[in-house]
Protein backbone atom coordinates (compact mmCIF):
# COMPACT_ATOMS: atom_id res chain seq x y z
CA UNK A 1 0.00 0.00 0.00
CA UNK A 2 1.36 3.28 -1.00
CA UNK A 3 -0.18 6.70 0.17
CA UNK A 4 -1.18 9.50 -2.35
CA UNK A 5 1.19 12.21 -0.78
CA UNK A 6 -0.72 15.09 -2.83
CA UNK A 7 -4.11 13.84 -2.59
CA UNK A 8 -3.45 12.97 1.55
CA UNK A 9 -2.10 16.86 1.77
CA UNK A 10 -4.89 17.93 0.33
CA UNK A 11 -7.40 16.20 2.41
CA UNK A 12 -5.15 16.84 5.48
CA UNK A 13 -5.65 20.25 4.96
CA UNK A 14 -8.73 20.68 4.77
CA UNK A 15 -9.81 17.96 7.65
CA UNK A 16 -7.85 20.69 9.83
CA UNK A 17 -10.22 23.78 8.00
CA UNK A 18 -13.16 21.53 8.83
CA UNK A 19 -12.11 20.67 12.51
CA UNK A 20 -11.72 23.92 13.59
CA UNK A 21 -15.24 24.93 12.25
CA UNK A 22 -16.60 22.54 14.36
CA UNK A 23 -14.83 23.13 17.54
CA UNK A 24 -13.59 26.62 17.76
CA UNK A 25 -14.42 29.57 15.41
CA UNK A 26 -12.45 31.34 12.55
CA UNK A 27 -10.42 33.15 15.35
CA UNK A 28 -9.38 29.99 17.06
CA UNK A 29 -5.62 29.13 17.20
CA UNK A 30 -3.85 26.58 16.58
CA UNK A 31 -0.75 25.74 19.23
CA UNK A 32 1.98 23.37 19.22
CA UNK A 33 5.45 22.80 20.59
CA UNK A 34 8.14 23.04 18.30
CA UNK A 35 10.99 20.54 18.75
CA UNK A 36 13.48 20.87 16.14
CA UNK A 37 11.72 17.34 14.94
CA UNK A 38 10.52 16.64 11.41
CA UNK A 39 6.71 16.10 13.00
CA UNK A 40 6.25 19.34 14.71
CA UNK A 41 7.90 21.29 11.99
CA UNK A 42 5.76 19.54 9.37
CA UNK A 43 2.54 19.92 11.39
CA UNK A 44 3.58 23.88 11.99
CA UNK A 45 3.00 23.77 8.36
CA UNK A 46 0.01 21.94 7.40
CA UNK A 47 -1.82 24.72 10.11
CA UNK A 48 -0.06 27.24 8.41
CA UNK A 49 -1.65 26.03 4.76
CA UNK A 50 -4.65 25.40 6.92
CA UNK A 51 -5.65 28.43 8.76
CA UNK A 52 -2.86 30.92 8.32
CA UNK A 53 -0.13 31.94 9.93
CA UNK A 54 -1.72 34.36 12.45
CA UNK A 55 -3.84 31.53 13.54
CA UNK A 56 -0.54 29.23 14.51
CA UNK A 57 1.24 29.96 17.96
CA UNK A 58 4.40 27.86 17.85
CA UNK A 59 6.10 26.89 21.36
CA UNK A 60 10.15 26.54 22.05
CA UNK A 61 10.77 24.24 24.98
CA UNK A 62 13.85 23.52 25.75
CA UNK A 63 14.94 22.08 29.15
CA UNK A 64 17.99 24.16 30.25
CA UNK A 65 20.30 23.70 26.96
CA UNK A 66 18.85 22.35 23.80
CA UNK A 67 21.54 21.21 21.21
CA UNK A 68 19.39 21.85 18.33
CA UNK A 69 17.26 24.19 19.11
CA UNK A 70 18.46 26.94 15.97
CA UNK A 71 16.75 23.99 13.96
CA UNK A 72 13.09 25.31 15.81
CA UNK A 73 14.04 28.81 15.74
CA UNK A 74 14.61 28.47 11.45
CA UNK A 75 11.27 26.57 11.15
CA UNK A 76 9.46 29.31 12.76
CA UNK A 77 11.06 32.09 11.08
CA UNK A 78 10.78 30.11 8.06
CA UNK A 79 7.05 29.67 8.48
CA UNK A 80 6.72 33.46 10.10
CA UNK A 81 4.18 32.18 12.94
CA UNK A 82 3.97 33.70 16.29
CA UNK A 83 6.54 31.58 18.74
CA UNK A 84 7.79 32.21 22.50
CA UNK A 85 10.55 29.86 24.23
CA UNK A 86 9.20 28.50 27.45
CA UNK A 87 12.39 26.75 29.25
CA UNK A 88 11.26 24.28 31.13
CA UNK A 89 14.56 23.88 33.31
CA UNK A 90 13.56 25.48 36.36
CA UNK A 91 10.05 23.30 36.67
CA UNK A 92 11.94 20.28 36.23
CA UNK A 93 14.78 20.64 38.71
CA UNK A 94 12.32 21.69 41.19
CA UNK A 95 9.92 18.81 40.74
CA UNK A 96 13.29 16.40 40.25
CA UNK A 97 14.76 17.86 43.59
CA UNK A 98 10.93 17.50 45.62
CA UNK A 99 10.80 13.92 44.72
CA UNK A 100 14.14 13.05 45.26
CA UNK A 101 14.28 13.98 48.28
CA UNK A 102 10.87 12.77 49.37
CA UNK A 103 11.02 9.40 47.49
CA UNK A 104 14.88 8.91 48.14
CA UNK A 105 15.10 7.21 44.92
CA UNK A 106 17.54 7.13 41.75
CA UNK A 107 16.36 8.62 38.66
CA UNK A 108 15.31 5.95 36.14
CA UNK A 109 16.07 6.77 32.17
CA UNK A 110 12.02 6.38 32.05
CA UNK A 111 11.66 9.11 34.69
CA UNK A 112 14.34 11.36 32.07
CA UNK A 113 12.53 11.01 29.53
CA UNK A 114 8.62 11.04 30.23
CA UNK A 115 9.22 13.81 32.65
CA UNK A 116 10.03 16.58 30.48
CA UNK A 117 7.73 15.38 27.94
CA UNK A 118 4.63 15.67 30.48
CA UNK A 119 6.45 19.42 31.73
CA UNK A 120 5.63 20.32 27.97
CA UNK A 121 2.29 19.30 27.66
CA UNK A 122 1.67 20.97 30.46
CA UNK A 123 3.18 24.00 28.84
CA UNK A 124 1.88 23.99 25.77
CA UNK A 125 -2.00 23.99 27.90
CA UNK A 126 -0.98 26.61 30.15
CA UNK A 127 -0.19 28.92 27.49
CA UNK A 128 -3.09 27.98 25.49
CA UNK A 129 -5.04 28.69 28.60
CA UNK A 130 -3.47 32.27 28.79
CA UNK A 131 -3.64 33.25 25.69
CA UNK A 132 -7.20 31.75 25.25
CA UNK A 133 -9.29 30.35 22.44
CA UNK A 134 -6.19 27.62 21.23
CA UNK A 135 -6.73 24.66 20.58
CA UNK A 136 -3.21 22.10 21.37
CA UNK A 137 -2.08 19.96 18.57
CA UNK A 138 -0.90 16.46 19.01
CA UNK A 139 2.32 16.03 16.64
CA UNK A 140 2.85 12.71 17.26
CA UNK A 141 2.95 9.97 13.85
CA UNK A 142 1.50 6.81 13.37
CA UNK A 143 5.36 5.18 13.45
CA UNK A 144 5.81 5.94 16.97
CA UNK A 145 2.12 5.20 18.29
CA UNK A 146 2.40 1.88 17.33
CA UNK A 147 5.46 0.88 19.53
CA UNK A 148 4.96 3.22 21.91
CA UNK A 149 7.69 5.12 21.50
CA UNK A 150 5.42 7.64 23.01
CA UNK A 151 4.47 9.85 26.59
CA UNK A 152 1.11 9.30 28.13
CA UNK A 153 -0.28 12.60 29.11
CA UNK A 154 2.64 14.05 27.10
CA UNK A 155 3.65 13.87 23.51
CA UNK A 156 1.12 11.51 23.04
CA UNK A 157 -1.64 14.41 24.43
CA UNK A 158 -3.69 17.14 22.70
CA UNK A 159 -6.78 17.96 21.17
CA UNK A 160 -6.60 17.05 17.57
CA UNK A 161 -3.82 14.90 15.55
CA UNK A 162 -3.20 16.07 11.97
CA UNK A 163 -0.54 13.18 11.60
CA UNK A 164 -1.41 10.41 13.92
CA UNK A 165 -2.38 8.05 11.16
CA UNK A 166 0.42 8.60 8.97
CA UNK A 167 3.97 6.98 9.06
CA UNK A 168 6.79 8.42 9.79
CA UNK A 169 8.37 8.04 5.77
CA UNK A 170 4.61 9.08 4.39
CA UNK A 171 5.25 12.25 6.93
CA UNK A 172 8.66 12.95 5.43
CA UNK A 173 6.97 13.04 1.94
CA UNK A 174 4.44 15.19 3.29
CA UNK A 175 7.01 17.77 4.21
CA UNK A 176 8.69 18.08 0.98
CA UNK A 177 5.66 18.49 -0.86
CA UNK A 178 5.05 21.39 1.23
CA UNK A 179 8.23 22.77 0.57
CA UNK A 180 9.93 22.67 3.71
CA UNK A 181 13.88 23.15 4.19
CA UNK A 182 15.16 19.44 3.44
CA UNK A 183 17.37 19.45 6.52
CA UNK A 184 14.27 20.34 8.61
CA UNK A 185 12.32 17.00 7.02
CA UNK A 186 15.25 15.05 6.33
CA UNK A 187 16.88 14.69 10.03
CA UNK A 188 17.46 11.97 11.66
CA UNK A 189 14.68 11.68 14.67
CA UNK A 190 16.30 11.91 17.86
CA UNK A 191 15.27 12.51 21.95
CA UNK A 192 17.59 15.41 22.21
CA UNK A 193 18.78 13.42 25.77
CA UNK A 194 21.15 10.66 24.80
CA UNK A 195 23.01 11.59 21.93
CA UNK A 196 21.42 8.42 20.11
CA UNK A 197 18.52 8.72 16.79
CA UNK A 198 15.50 7.15 17.71
CA UNK A 199 16.41 3.96 15.45
CA UNK A 200 19.62 3.74 18.11
CA UNK A 201 17.24 3.54 20.63
CA UNK A 202 14.23 1.45 19.26
CA UNK A 203 16.68 -0.77 17.50
CA UNK A 204 15.74 -1.41 14.26
CA UNK A 205 14.96 1.47 10.96
CA UNK A 206 11.60 3.34 10.39
CA UNK A 207 12.05 1.64 6.74
CA UNK A 208 11.63 -1.50 8.23
CA UNK A 209 8.17 -0.86 10.92
CA UNK A 210 6.83 1.74 8.27
CA UNK A 211 7.40 -1.35 5.77
CA UNK A 212 5.32 -3.82 8.15
CA UNK A 213 2.43 -1.34 8.80
CA UNK A 214 1.70 -0.52 5.56
CA UNK A 215 2.89 -3.71 3.77
CA UNK A 216 2.75 -6.48 6.43
CA UNK A 217 6.32 -7.09 5.46
CA UNK A 218 8.39 -8.80 8.16
CA UNK A 219 12.18 -8.23 8.08
CA UNK A 220 15.19 -9.08 10.22
CA UNK A 221 13.90 -7.48 13.11
CA UNK A 222 9.99 -8.70 13.00
CA UNK A 223 9.85 -10.29 16.51
CA UNK A 224 11.18 -6.88 17.91
CA UNK A 225 8.76 -5.01 16.32
CA UNK A 226 6.20 -7.33 17.41
CA UNK A 227 6.82 -7.64 20.83
CA UNK A 228 6.70 -3.70 21.14
CA UNK A 229 3.51 -3.65 19.37
CA UNK A 230 1.75 -5.92 21.38
CA UNK A 231 3.47 -3.84 25.03
CA UNK A 232 2.20 -0.81 23.86
CA UNK A 233 -1.35 -1.32 23.11
CA UNK A 234 -2.63 -0.46 26.41
CA UNK A 235 -1.02 3.16 24.95
CA UNK A 236 -3.34 3.62 22.14
CA UNK A 237 -6.12 2.44 23.79
CA UNK A 238 -6.50 4.92 27.05
CA UNK A 239 -5.88 8.73 24.11
CA UNK A 240 -7.77 8.62 21.63
CA UNK A 241 -7.11 12.00 20.31
CA UNK A 242 -9.55 13.34 17.27
CA UNK A 243 -7.47 12.22 14.31
CA UNK A 244 -7.36 12.22 10.16
CA UNK A 245 -8.10 9.42 8.64
CA UNK A 246 -9.20 10.57 5.13
CA UNK A 247 -6.36 8.84 3.70
CA UNK A 248 -6.20 8.55 -0.34
CA UNK A 249 -4.42 5.27 -1.80
CA UNK A 250 -2.18 5.07 -5.19
Known amino acids: MKVDISKTKANLIQWIRDWFSSNGNNETKAILGISGGKDSSICAALLKEALG ?3 VIGILMPNGTQSDINDSI ?4 HLGIANYTINIGNAYDAI ?3 LSSKLNLDLTSQYKTNTPSRLRMVSLYSAAALIGNCRVCNTGNLSEAMIGYTTLYGDYAGDFAPISRLTKS ?10 LPYHLVHKAPGDGMSGKTDEDNIGFSYDELDDYIRNKVRGKCFAAIDAKIKAS ?4 DILKVPAFENIIWE
Open 74 to 77: ELVN
Open 233 to 236: QFKR
Open 53 to 55: KDR
Open 170 to 179: EVVSIGDALG
Open 96 to 98: TDE
